[in-house]
């Protein structure tokens, strides 16, 4: 399947942005779709750290998310799985005018369930999600600036 992304850029650099966006409990302040996130393993976010989330995108979806990649203050890589599919997510951070800009994009690996239904219309939803879910992380990031 294709892969959706949006870019952005904020007035903050990319290691703080970076810190922000790793920590996947903190995408509920952003995320369009996301109503909780919890991490299920303890320690530092490294690759292999897991988390469990609820979305609520054509109804509730409980999802286990799982870091498959970190490129300190460049790469973010992680996917999630529910009833719904199998999603890549992926943040890639670049220094810019002393900020950073910011790509996020997702690629559905495997899509099931009810959103199968929507398939067609998954490139507006997730050109919209995208859009929306990167505007917010630029007004919290640079309101922490």
Do not use: C
């Amino acid at each position: 399947m294709a892969r959706f992304e949006q870019s952005t850029t904020v007035s903050i650099s990319p290691d703080k942005a970076y810190d922000y966006l790793a920590d996947i409990t903190r995408h509920t302040e952003w995320g369009s779709h996301l109503a909780s996130a919890e991490r299920t393993t303890a320690g530092p976010v490294v690759v292999g750290s897991t988390f469990s989330t609820v979305g609520k995108l054509f109804g509730t979806h409980k999802a286990e998310v799982k870091i498959t990649e970190l490129v300190p203050n460049q790469k973010i890589v992680y996917e999630s799985q529910d009833d719904s599919g199998h999603f890549r997510h992926q943040f890639t951070l670049n220094a810019e005018d002393g900020g950073a800009a910011i790509t996020k994009s997702v690629e559905p690996l495997k899509v099931t369930g009810p959103l199968k239904l929507f398939s067609p219309l998954l490139p507006l939803l997730s050109r919209r999600g995208l859009a929306t879910d990167l505007r917010k992380i630029k007004e919290r990031l640079e309101a922490q600036a």
